[in-house]
């Protein structure tokens, strides 16, 4: 089973703000779309470390408090099915 590359954590309880959880080779990328879609990052974005059975470095981007969760969905979906520097053809959460 191959993980999906970006997660659109929602806002909870304890955390207020919307987050996505990145693998590490696509952080860059994903930072640099989320700009060119006018999507404001927060804070810092933050290491989560090695997860999973393969270990996969993944990071933590968090987004402005109230950013509609239709509008994220919409930015990670398009971004998952753009080409992009990687060289791919999309990246396809459900491959």
Do not use: Y
Request: overall charge negative; hydrophobic content about 35%; charged content about 20%.
């Amino acid at each position: 089973m191959q993980t999906a590359p970006i997660v659109l954590i929602p806002p909870t309880h304890e955390l207020s703000t919307p987050s996505f959880h990145v693998q590490e080779v696509w952080f860059d990328p994903f930072l640099k779309f989320l700009n060119t879609r006018g999507v404001h990052v927060t804070e810092e974005p933050g290491n989560l470390g090695c997860l999973g059975p393969h270990g996969v470095q993944l990071r933590e981007i968090r987004v402005e408090a109230g950013t509609p969760m239709p509008r994220l969905e919409t930015v990670l979906r398009d971004f998952l099915t753009e080409p992009h520097a990687l060289g791919t053809t999309g990246a396809r959460a459900n491959s």
